[in-house]
C-alpha cells in the first residue's frame, strides 16, 4: 500500500516517525529546542495568561506568568520609578505586554498627556542591539502600517551591570492574536472583509521594510498590532528583524514555530525576505480558519503539519529550499485540496492569495508588494469602496512609498493605485494621516501576472534567532472619501 493510500493518522504517525530522522539543524549544526514564545495583555478582562500558540503547548508557566494569571499586571515601583527618561518622564500606568524578550508598559507622557507604550529590554552589553538599529532606520521612513518610535531611553537595573533599553512606540490598543481570540469566544469568525483590510496593510507594511532590504523574521498574530476602531493593522516587535546581505549567511533557528518558512526548518541560511511572506500566509490561512494551520508541535512536527497540506516537497522544492536535503527519502504524501482547509463561505480569491504565499518554492511565493495587487485586494480599489465600518476608505490605503514600490514592477503601480486617487503626497504626511489619536484616558487600559509564475525571478537582494542566546537584540555572528455602496461589511 502506497503511503497515500494510508489512514490519515497513519500517515501522521508514518511522516513523525521519517521526520524524526531527518536531521533538522541550524546554523551552528545544532539541535535547538523550539523556542517558546509567550504573550501577555493587559487588557484580558480577566487578567487571565493568554499564552501565544507557538510552542507554548508543552512549557509550564513561568513564575512571572503564574503571578500575573493569579494577580493583575500591576508594575513596581521600581518599574514606575525607573521609566523616566532625562528629557521627558513617562509615567507607567500598567503592563500590557510580554514576549521573551522584555516586558511592555502603557505610559502617558507627563508633560503632554500623550499614551504611549514603552518596550523595556533587558541589554547584553556584548552585543549591538539591532532592534532600536532597525527601528531607527525604519523611523526615519515613517509608514502608516509599521509602528512608530517616538523615542529612546537606557536606564540601569536593580543589578549593578544591568542596563535596559527603553523604547517608546505609539501605543496600538489590540493585537490580530487578540482579536482572534475575541472572535473564538464568541464562535464567530474573523470577518472576511478584516482579513482583507488587515492583509492589505500587512502587506504594503512588508513591502515597504522589504524595500528597505529589512528582513523581519517574527511575523505572527501577536507581533500584528491593531486598533479595531479605526481598522488600522501596525507591525511590531523588531527584535528579530536584520538586514539581509546577499552571501552573508543567517542564522536559521528564527521565527516562531507556527510561522516559520520550511526553508528555515531546512536549515537554509542563505533565505530572504520571503519567510516573511510564507509567515504572512500563515497568519492569513489562521484568520480564515480561526486556528493555526501548522500546528507543530515541535520544530520537526512543524514540517510534518506543512506536509499534511501541501504535501510531500518535489525534488525541485527541496532544492530551492535547501540543497543539502536533496537526497532524503519523504514518504510521498499529495496534497489537501486548499478549498477543503476553510469553511465554505471563505472566498475563493483570499484562498488563492494564501496558497500563492504558502508556496515551497521561495521564489514562487508572491513578494509583498505583489500580493497588494492580488485579486482579493481588488474591492479596496473600487471608487465606491468604504471600510468594514462603513466609514470612508482612507486615501493612505494608495499612497504608496518609495520603499515599498521599489520592488515592483510598473504595470503593478499603475494597477495598485486607483485612478480615483491623487498621486502621493510626501512620506511624512503620509504615516501622520494614519497615526492613531491616543485615547484621553487609560483607566480600562490589477494583480499582474508575474505573480508566481516566474522562477527566474530572483528574491530580493536582501535576504531572528533571539533563540541562541544574545538578547534583546537578535544576535548573528557577533555582533478619500468614496461614495459608501460597494460595501466591505461583513456578509
Ligand atoms: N506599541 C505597542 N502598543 C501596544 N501594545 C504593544 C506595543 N508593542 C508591543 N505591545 C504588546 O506587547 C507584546 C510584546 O511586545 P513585543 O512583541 O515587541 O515583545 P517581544 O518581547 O519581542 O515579544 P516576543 O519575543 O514574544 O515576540 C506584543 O505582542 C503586544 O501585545
Ligand atoms: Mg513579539
Same mark, same amino acid.
Given at each position: 500500500?502506497?503511503?497515500?493510500?494510508?489512514?490519515?493518522?497513519?500517515?501522521?504517525?508514518?511522516?513523525?516517525?521519517?521526520?524524526?530522522?531527518?536531521?533538522?539543524?541550524?546554523?551552528?549544526?545544532?539541535r535547538?529546542?523550539?523556542?517558546? +514564545?509567550?504573550?501577555?495583555r493587559?487588557d484580558?478582562?480577566?487578567?487571565?495568561?493568554?499564552?501565544?500558540?507557538?510552542?507554548?503547548a508543552?512549557?509550564p508557566p513561568?513564575?512571572?506568568?503564574?503571578r500575573?494569571?493569579?494577580?493583575?499586571?500591576e508594575?513596581?515601583a521600581?518599574d514606575?520609578?525607573?521609566?523616566?527618561?532625562d528629557?521627558?518622564?513617562?509615567?507607567?500606568?500598567?503592563?500590557?505586554?510580554?514576549?521573551?524578550?522584555?516586558a511592555?508598559?502603557?505610559?502617558?507622557?507627563a508633560?503632554?498627556?500623550?499614551?504611549?507604550?514603552i518596550k523595556?529590554?533587558?541589554q547584553?552589553?556584548?552585543?549591538?542591539?539591532?532592534?532600536?538599529?532597525i527601528?531607527?532606520?525604519?523611523?526615519k521612513?515613517?509608514?502608516?502600517?509599521?509602528v512608530?518610535?517616538?523615542?529612546?531611553?537606557?536606564?540601569k537595573?536593580?543589578?549593578?551591570?544591568?542596563?535596559?533599553?527603553?523604547?517608546?512606540?505609539?501605543?496600538?490598543?489590540?493585537?490580530?492574536?487578540?482579536?482572534?481570540?475575541?472572535?473564538?469566544?464568541?464562535?464567530e469568525?474573523f470577518?472576511?472583509?478584516?482579513?482583507?483590510?488587515y492583509?492589505?496593510?500587512? +502587506?504594503?507594511?512588508?513591502?515597504h521594510?522589504?524595500?528597505?532590504?529589512?528582513c523581519?523574521r517574527?511575523?505572527?498574530?501577536?507581533n500584528?498590532?491593531?486598533?479595531?476602531?479605526?481598522?488600522?493593522?501596525?507591525?511590531?516587535?523588531?527584535?528579530?528583524?536584520? @538586514?539581509?546581505?546577499?552571501?552573508?549567511?543567517?542564522?536559521?533557528y528564527i521565527?516562531?514555530?507556527?510561522?516559520?518558512?520550511?526553508?528555515l526548518?531546512f536549515?537554509?541560511?542563505?533565505?530572504?525576505? *520571503?519567510?516573511?511572506?510564507?509567515?504572512?500566509?500563515?497568519?492569513?490561512?489562521?484568520?480564515?480558519?480561526? +486556528?493555526?494551520?501548522?500546528?507543530?508541535?515541535?520544530g520537526?512536527?512543524q514540517?510534518?503539519?506543512?506536509?499534511?497540506?501541501l504535501?510531500?516537497?518535489?525534488?525541485?522544492?527541496?532544492?530551492?529550499?535547501?540543497?543539502?536535503?536533496?537526497?532524503?527519502?519523504?514518504p510521498?504524501?499529495?496534497?489537501?485540496?486548499?478549498?477543503t482547509?476553510?469553511?465554505?463561505?471563505?472566498?475563493?480569491?483570499?484562498i488563492?492569495? *494564501?496558497?500563492?504565499?504558502?508556496?515551497?518554492?521561495?521564489s514562487r511565493?508572491?513578494?509583498?508588494?505583489?500580493?497588494c495587487?492580488?485579486?482579493?485586494?481588488?474591492?479596496?480599489?473600487?471608487?465606491?469602496a468604504?471600510?468594514?465600518?462603513g466609514?470612508?476608505?482612507?486615501?493612505?490605503?494608495?499612497q504608496f512609498?518609495?520603499?515599498?514600490?521599489?520592488?515592483?514592477?510598473p504595470?503593478? @503601480?499603475q494597477a495598485?493605485?486607483?485612478p480615483?486617487?491623487?498621486?502621493?503626497?510626501?512620506?511624512?504626511?503620509?504615516?501622520?494621516t494614519?497615526s492613531i489619536?491616543?485615547?484621553?484616558?487609560?483607566?480600562?487600559?490589477g494583480?499582474?501576472?508575474?505573480?508566481?509564475?516566474? +522562477?527566474?525571478?530572483s528574491?530580493?537582494d536582501?535576504s531572528?534567532?533571539?533563540?541562541?542566546?544574545?538578547?534583546?537584540?537578535?544576535?548573528?555572528?557577533?555582533?478619500t472619501?468614496?461614495?459608501?455602496s460597494?460595501?466591505?461589511?461583513a456578509p
Amino acid at each position: 500500500m502506497s503511503v497515500s493510500q494510508k489512514s490519515a493518522t497513519d500517515q501522521q504517525t508514518l511522516l513523525s516517525d521519517m521526520m524524526r530522522d531527518l536531521a533538522v539543524t541550524d546554523s551552528s549544526g545544532t539541535r535547538h529546542p523550539p523556542r517558546r +514564545s509567550t504573550v501577555l495583555r493587559g487588557d484580558d478582562a480577566t487578567g487571565a495568561t493568554a499564552a501565544a500558540t507557538a510552542g507554548a503547548a508543552a512549557a509550564p508557566p513561568s513564575e512571572f506568568e503564574a503571578r500575573l494569571a493569579e494577580k493583575s499586571y500591576e508594575i513596581s515601583a521600581q518599574d514606575r520609578k525607573e521609566l523616566r527618561s532625562d528629557t521627558i518622564n513617562y509615567d507607567a500606568q500598567r503592563m500590557i505586554g510580554h514576549g521573551s524578550f522584555g516586558a511592555v508598559f502603557l505610559a502617558r507622557v507627563a508633560e503632554t498627556n500623550e499614551i504611549v507604550a514603552i518596550k523595556k529590554v533587558l541589554q547584553d552589553r556584548r552585543f549591538k542591539n539591532r532592534e532600536l538599529q532597525i527601528m531607527r532606520q525604519v523611523s526615519k521612513q515613517p509608514h502608516p502600517y509599521v509602528v512608530n518610535l517616538c523615542h529612546h531611553f537606557v536606564t540601569k537595573g536593580p543589578k549593578h551591570d544591568d542596563v535596559y533599553l527603553n523604547l517608546v512606540l505609539e501605543y496600538v490598543p489590540e493585537t490580530v492574536y487578540s482579536v482572534q481570540r475575541q472572535y473564538n469566544r464568541n464562535k464567530e469568525n474573523f470577518p472576511i472583509p478584516l482579513v482583507k483590510v488587515y492583509m492589505y496593510q500587512l +502587506s504594503r507594511a512588508l513591502a515597504h521594510i522589504h524595500g528597505m532590504g529589512i528582513c523581519h523574521r517574527d511575523i505572527k498574530p501577536q507581533n500584528l498590532l491593531v486598533d479595531p476602531a479605526r481598522q488600522i493593522l501596525k507591525l511590531c516587535d523588531f527584535g528579530s528583524a536584520k @538586514v539581509l546581505m546577499k552571501g552573508e549567511p543567517n542564522i536559521a533557528y528564527i521565527c516562531s514555530r507556527y510561522y516559520r518558512a520550511p526553508e528555515l526548518i531546512f536549515g537554509s541560511t542563505d533565505y530572504n525576505t *520571503a519567510v516573511d511572506v510564507w509567515s504572512q500566509g500563515c497568519v492569513m490561512a489562521e484568520m480564515l480558519k480561526g +486556528s493555526p494551520l501548522f500546528p507543530g508541535a515541535s520544530g520537526v512536527d512543524q514540517l510534518v503539519e506543512i506536509i499534511k497540506v501541501l504535501g510531500t516537497p518535489s525534488k525541485e522544492e527541496l532544492r530551492a529550499m535547501n540543497p543539502n536535503y536533496q537526497e532524503f527519502r519523504f514518504p510521498q504524501i499529495r496534497p489537501h485540496p486548499w478549498a477543503t482547509i476553510f469553511r465554505a463561505s471563505v472566498p475563493a480569491d483570499a484562498i488563492d492569495l *494564501a496558497r500563492i504565499m504558502l508556496s515551497y518554492t521561495p521564489s514562487r511565493r508572491c513578494r509583498a508588494i505583489e500580493a497588494c495587487g492580488h485579486p482579493f485586494f481588488n474591492d479596496l480599489r473600487s471608487p465606491t469602496a468604504v471600510m468594514p465600518d462603513g466609514t470612508p476608505m482612507p486615501q493612505v490605503m494608495f499612497q504608496f512609498t518609495e520603499e515599498e514600490l521599489a520592488l515592483a514592477m510598473p504595470d503593478l @503601480v499603475q494597477a495598485l493605485v486607483p485612478p480615483h486617487i491623487p498621486r502621493r503626497p510626501p512620506p511624512s504626511s503620509i504615516a501622520a494621516t494614519a497615526s492613531i489619536t491616543p485615547e484621553p484616558s487609560v483607566a480600562g487600559g490589477g494583480y499582474t501576472s508575474s505573480i508566481g509564475t516566474s +522562477s527566474t525571478r530572483s528574491a530580493p537582494d536582501t535576504s531572528r534567532s533571539r533563540g541562541e542566546g544574545g538578547g534583546g537584540g537578535g544576535v548573528e555572528g557577533g555582533a478619500t472619501a468614496a461614495a459608501a455602496s460597494t460595501s466591505l461589511a461583513a456578509p
